[in-house]
């Protein structure tokens, strides 16, 4: 397998598909963030550790301050190899560090697909259809969401930016309605181990951040028009800080809300932040779910579209050639498969959303610092040739 | 041949990619049918829309009464009239709350819808045993309304719900608007199911809840008055249904209830009125109607830094020991009333003059000041110092001021809170006298 061949799905643009899949700066952004704030809407505190609203806070600022930490050995090596990913220069390297970075970060992406999946349905199924079947509601979300995939990057970067809106607005109208429920004194010091849980939640919010691995491999496809230099790569800096700071505003405003309101009732809500907008009114209307209901319904489609497009081309990838074409039809049996088998047995959705400290670190930190000693040695070699 | 064979196959590559795409577009069809609710649809003739529940604790069950929406046609129009009861009442009863409701789904023939649900009544009885598992089927129900108002019957729920209303097109409406209006009033606090859980999830807050009764024609008419009975052209009552107080939870269960005064003083340090009448007596005036059109209240903390300031330094002292060393007048609290009203209406004592003047309403300021005073100070002492009910955050209120002094206090606050002073300080400011200076008789 050749390096350009290896590498086509995923980085190497054919020249006729090029036009639609590079996406620019702030579509890309709105995109992961659309996707991130999917992990906020279906916080479920029953499959993690319970935490005070205050620690929420705390810990989500300490979570964005510990990204941006982390991101800098990625920022380094892009800003070294403008235009490529890791999982390229790990092609570039050798076909074995190809196939082990496209492994790891496909079977990352696979599992959030997967998890994706098993949240939507574990809404639906309490809250909206509490008699439907699991695998219904599956199939077809999953269904909608390959479909989408399969039309490629720019056209669901453009939806991301009509859904961003519209939650922008969303979430400041359901603030704003909040204001009169809102109690400050629910809002308390932490006493019982606060650097601990303050800890704890921002390095599991940290690490549960699938759209930090999907801005690794997705940069290389971002590309900005100016009228002297054309189109050309932008500052993964700027990218990075976009998404994390633009996150963290929706994560802080949301946490805030939910413990400005709920106080000690979010810990026992199964989804607090539809709790906080079922219970919040004004004159026109008793309850503003409906409102959450539909952004949330978006959110989840470009949060599992997504994921599953990165992860058919990742698949694509390692797949031999004749095999490609197979890519999309058999994640999507595998996809559905296991998030029935997820939505079913409800104990293994708590296992799933355990933090995974040492993966995260691995794909964040590690792999790209390789990729860099990959591309060191390889210009050598190309630098020295014998 | 060969170019045959290459047109099949392009013909077959086509018709497997369009069967691809027609599956694919059915897919989605199927989607916009389970998330636009057409799954499982009911029609709503089979549905009965729940306006109102009461729960009562009957031979160790539960027993649930409802109140339905049933519109009785106003004629040709075939609107909904306001001029009969639009509800049918129905009632069940089974070991929980769940059980009560499905056996009332079998009595009505119709699917229970409680997303319009207004209010819900719990029996005395029921708030005395604890109401925690009750409400938890309300609570955990993603259609039911948690902003809808929770409120205790003075005696069954059933009272309540099914008492007749002759005002509005429903009966649970305008015990809705009874609720909303003794809050807006000032006559006691209107709490929602959401805000009654989140006192029960805190580890040290108690619960209130107002207090409805029922007045019952037979209980209040005396036998001069059953002699004399209205005919029956005579005009119905709009209602039944007063407010009669606010009931104080600890963990859960009913302990106190407070009554006239004491609720006012409960709201003053809840902070929670916004409107409210004090009528005053003095030299004067045999009566002076204040209405407080603006009022603030702030409750502070005062720790005495002698004793506190070195208790705070945990690890230095063991828990066990902090209570002891912890003086019984180390903290005080002090709540802030600051009040403006409107002189509404006087009436002279006899062979007084009547002159609004600076003195005058500066006597009926003190006066006032002094009814809060009053007012507070039997709130306090019903709910803080008798049951040992954090009605007023004062745990929340030291946790924010000072987080050491809370971590000795906390394992033993229901006890420790009974020694707590208390320094009410209000202001009373009457800055408006209407449009007539020279009035009473």
Redesign the interface.
Known sequence: MTIGSSAQACIAIPKNQAASQYISLPQFIMLLVVSRVFNDLTYVPFFSKPVEGTAMLYGSLLSAVILGIAILPILFLYNKHPGESVITIAWKRHKVWGYLFTGVYFIYIFIYLVGGIAGFDYFVT???????SVW??A???C??CF?AAKNGLQGLSRLSGIIFVFFAIGLLLIALVSIPSMKM??I??L?DKPVESILSYAVSTATKNSEIVMLILLFPKVRTHTQRKGKHQVSPVKATMGLILISLIFTFTIDFLISAV????S??QTFPY??LT????IDLF??LDAVHMVTW?CVAFVHVTLHAMVAIMLLKDILPGKARKFASPALFVLTVIMAIWLGIRTEWMKIANTPTYFVTISLLILLPIIAFFLSKIKTKREGNPE | MINITIKIRKTASLLSKRLLQGCLALLILCNTFILSGCLHALQLNERALVQAVGIDWEDERIKLTLQVFSPAASGSGGGISASPQNANIIESSGRTVTEAFQNASLVQGKEMFIGHNRVIVVGAALAKRGIEQAIAFFSSSSTARHNAYLVIAETEAKEIVTAKINQGILPAETLERILENAEMSGIFEGVKLYEFLTSLQNEHDSAILPVLAYKSEEKEASADEKENKPSEDAIENVSPIFADGMAIFVDGKMVESLRGGEVRGLLWMRNSIKDTLVTVQSEVYQNAALNVYSTKSHLLANFKEDKVGKMGKIGKIGKEDAPDKLGDDSITFTLKVDCQATLKETTLREGAQNKVNHESIADLSQIACELIKEEVAAAFNRTVIANGADVFNLGNIILKGNKEVWQLLRDDWPNKMKSIKLIVEPTFIIDRVGSELERGA
Request: glycine content about 6%; aromatic content about 8%; cysteine-free.
């Open positions: 309490n809250v909206v259809y509490p008699k439907a219904v509601i199939i077809t979300m269904g909608v479909f004194l629910n308390k010091p006493i709920l106080g000690d009732l810990v026992t539809f709790s079922s219970i919040i009114e008793q309850r319904v």
